[in-house]
């Protein structure tokens, strides 16, 4: 498996082009950072994640090509609710709601960061061909059934998951998230994009 720090150095370089794509966005400086990256079996990402008390949101982006896989971005209700709020121009309010304005908001900020992992391991894993991402979908349930769907959307069941600690900062204002990668193994059983 391609070293852990590798993962990080593309997952950080993702952060940079990130938050230079949004802040083009949003006319407005954004900060996207990394701030940990552990590498864990699935399903203790899983039981880490279903931990959580109450509804989660987020989107998942399936990759295919040479990078093959499923990248989701995570984040509890609340935290989602803001960062929508932030990305739609309103100041977050306990009566926010998820519209279709807010989850096309975060749907839209999902690609763009995908779009930006993609280039950001492309160059990490010297890939040689396109990878190429689906729309993303939109998630919202109680943390182990939002956990059971990305599984059955890919059924990887005692690979890596990358797990990471994200902080987006939108004019000072924080909303903490979660960025999950599932890497798709290769015939050989590694994952793709990774060195055995």
Known sequence: MM??????????SAAALASEALSKWLGRT?????????????????????????TICGCAMGISGSLQGILVLLCDDEAGLALAAMLVGREPSADDRWGELEQSAVVETTNIIGCAYLNAMANATDATTAAMPSPPWFLRDFAPAVMESIVMAQPLSGESVFLTRTEFSIEGSPARCSLVFVPAPDHSGHPTGASP
């Open 30 to 54: 954004v900060k996207v950072t990394v701030e940990q990256i552990d590498a864990m079996p699935l399903e203790e990402a899983i039981g880490l994640l279903g931990e959580q008390e109450g």
């Open 3 to 12: 070293p852990l720090d590798h993962y990080l150095t593309a997952f950080r």
